[in-house]
């Protein structure tokens, strides 16, 4: 179950950092051989370096994440795609919240931490509860090429999720 935890941890750092090594150097301020075996699953991070990759996903990404490692244990032939369910699901989650009427899309900035790329742009989905702290959120990284297909009105986004974002995030 460790290597699914980090597979799925190692490619939403890719997603946001561009490479571990950036990632844990500059973020978790940890070396190289401390990053190596907890990935490895010889030691543990610390608390504060933990709550520094929990910070890597929204709550509710967090919590999808634990589903996802549990049904990983129920049907070990989901552990080979452990990484591709999780963002389908990420995907089908948003674009059901979506079309129930209950999400809303937007466009928010990006944590570029190189000021001077724009690759990308985020997308964020959130179900509110009107209680501060408790809304729901999963967020997704698209290639900045779609920005002009989906500034617009909310409309065009919902229906730009609805069509594209599957097969734009996940790859299917």
Not at 40 to 57: A, H
Not at 106 to 123: G, M, R, Y
Not at 135 to 144: H, Q
């Amino acid at each position: 179950m460790h290597q699914m935890y980090v597979d799925i941890i190692i490619d939403a750092i890719i997603e946001q950092y561009e490479s571990e090594e950036h990632f844990y150097t500059e973020y978790l301020e940890i070396q190289e051989t401390s990053w190596e075996n907890w990935k490895k699953g010889r030691t543990n991070l610390g608390s504060e370096e933990m709550q520094k990759v929990k910070n890597l996903f929204t709550d509710y990404e967090w919590m999808l994440t634990q589903k996802i490692l549990r049904q990983t244990i129920l049907f070990p032939e989901k552990r080979n795609i452990a990484v591709s369910e999780y963002k389908r699901l990420k995907t089908t989650i948003a674009k059901k919240w979506l079309q129930t009427g209950v999400g809303l899309a937007e466009l928010i900035p990006t944590k570029s931490f190189n000021e001077e790329e724009h690759d990308f742009i985020d997308l964020k989905v959130t179900v509110s509860y009107g209680e501060w702290g408790f809304d729901d959120i999963v967020t997704f990284r698209l290639p900045s090429t779609l920005q002009p297909q989906l500034e617009g009105s909310k409309v065009e986004l919902l229906d730009w999720v609805n069509e594209n974002l599957m097969g734009t995030y996940v790859g299917e």
